[in-house]
Nanobody, 124 residues
């Protein structure tokens, strides 16, 4: 069974940066598509970014394009989300998710395994 654990969240000021990490166990990581999603209080979970099994393809929500970067290190079984120029509206719980298809998806319903989430709070 695939298990995911996120780390790297915290409280920062607007304009600061954070890097989230997601360590995956229980499956051949290099075959999984990976994604990051977030859920703000009182709102639905939304897509943030996704990456293919080999890192060759990435996709981003319009709200984070050119500010966030998703990457992965298959040797370390880890997926990253580098978040720059953070804004108060980026405040949310961030979740890492694994997709059985190597190219992943933007649809949360298609991801079969999720981490417990990590809180990111951006103050103005």
């Amino acid at each position: 069974q695939v298990q995911l654990v996120e780390s790297g969240g915290g409280l920062v000021q607007a304009g600061d940066s954070l890097r989230l990490a997601c360590v995956v166990s229980g499956h051949t990581f290099s075959r999984l598509g990976m994604g990051w999603f977030r859920q703000a209080q009182g709102r639905e979970r939304e897509f943030v970014a996704a990456i293919s099994f080999d890192g060759g393809r990435t996709g981003y929500a319009d709200s984070v394009k050119n500010r966030f970067t998703i990457s992965r290190n298959n040797a370390k079984r880890t997926c990253y989300l580098q978040m720059d120029s953070l804004k108060p509206e980026d405040t949310a719980v961030y979740y890492c998710a694994a997709h059985s298809h190597p190219y992943g998806s933007r649809d949360a319903a298609e991801f079969g395994a999720w981490g417990p989430g990590t809180q990111v709070t951006v103050s103005s």
